[in-house]
C-alpha cells in the first residue's frame, strides 16, 4: 500500500528565504507526482504536476523535482513571501490504479 | 471555465437526517473523484467514476454513504442517515484521462452533523 510523508509538518521562515519541503512516497511504481496548495478553509489548488518519465518541473518561484528510485519529491520555493502561506500537499498517482495518494502536508507560515 | 463547481459550501444538519452533496465537474473531464478531509486522517478517496460509472467505491466508509453519477455533468454523495463523526470537508475533483493528467479540485463542502 503506497504511504505518502511529508517532512516538515509545519515550517516557519522570515519573508525573502528560499525553502524547501520534502515529500517521500513508499512504493516508487507511480505515474506521476502532483504538488497542491491549500489555503486555510479552501479546497486545493494544483502547483505542479511531474510524470513519472520527468525529473522537475518549474512555475514562476516553484520548482518540484522527482526522483522515482529514491521515492522523493521535493519542491523549492524562492524568494518567499507572506502570499506563500499556506498547506502544501504532495500525492502521488500508483501506476495501475486511478487515485491519487495524498501526503499529511506542510503548513508553510511566512512572516513579514 | 468557471472550474468544478460544489454544492453548498457550507451544510449543518443534525443527527440521523440525510444529507446530499453536489458537484459539477469540469466540462469534458472524464473521471471524477470524492474526497474527504479531516484533521485526523487528511484527505482519503472515498469513490471515484470514470464516464459516469463507478470504478472504485472501496474508501466508502459504510452503507450509509453512497455516490451517484447520472450524466457526465453531475454527481452526488449522499450520506443516511449522518452522524457526528460524519462531520468533515468533502471534496469533489475531475480529470481527463483518468488521473494522470492531474486532478483540478472544487472548493469544498464543509459538512457539521450535530
Known amino acids: 500500500k503506497q504511504e505518502v510523508t511529508q517532512i516538515p509538518a509545519a515550517l516557519s521562515v522570515p519573508e525573502g528565504e528560499n525553502l524547501v519541503l520534502n515529500c517521500s512516497f513508499t512504493d516508487s511504481a507511480i505515474y506521476n507526482l502532483q504538488w497542491f496548495r491549500q489555503d486555510p478553509g479552501k479546497g486545493l489548488t494544483s502547483l505542479l504536476l511531474?510524470?513519472?518519465?520527468?525529473r522537475e518541473q518549474t512555475s514562476g518561484r516553484l520548482n518540484a523535482s522527482l526522483d522515482k528510485s529514491s521515492g522523493r519529491s521535493t519542491l523549492y520555493i524562492a524568494a518567499s513571501q507572506p502570499g506563500d502561506s499556506a498547506t502544501y500537499l504532495c500525492a502521488a498517482l500508483e501506476e495501475g490504479f486511478q487515485k491519487l495518494v495524498f501526503g499529511t502536508g506542510t503548513r508553510l507560515l511566512v512572516s513579514p | 471555465d468557471a472550474g468544478v463547481i460544489q454544492s453548498p459550501r457550507h451544510e449543518v444538519t443534525e443527527m440521523g437526517q440525510e444529507v446530499t452533496l453536489r458537484c459539477k465537474p469540469i466540462s469534458g473531464h472524464n473521471s471524477l473523484f470524492w474526497y474527504r478531509q479531516t484533521m485526523m486522517r487528511g484527505l482519503e478517496l472515498l469513490i471515484y467514476?470514470?464516464?459516469?460509472?463507478?470504478?472504485?467505491d472501496s474508501g466508502m466508509p459504510e452503507d450509509r454513504f453512497s455516490a451517484k453519477m447520472p450524466n457526465a455533468s453531475f454527481s452526488t454523495l449522499k450520506i443516511q442517515p449522518s452522524e457526528p463523526r460524519d462531520s468533515a470537508v468533502y471534496f469533489c475533483?475531475?480529470?481527463?484521462?483518468?488521473?494522470?493528467?492531474?486532478?483540478?479540485f472544487g472548493s469544498g463542502t464543509r459538512l457539521t452533523v450535530v
Open positions: 467514476f470514470n464516464n459516469n460509472v463507478p470504478i472504485d
Open positions: 475533483a475531475s480529470s481527463l484521462y483518468g488521473a494522470r493528467s492531474g486532478y483540478t
Open positions: 511531474i510524470q513519472s518519465s520527468q
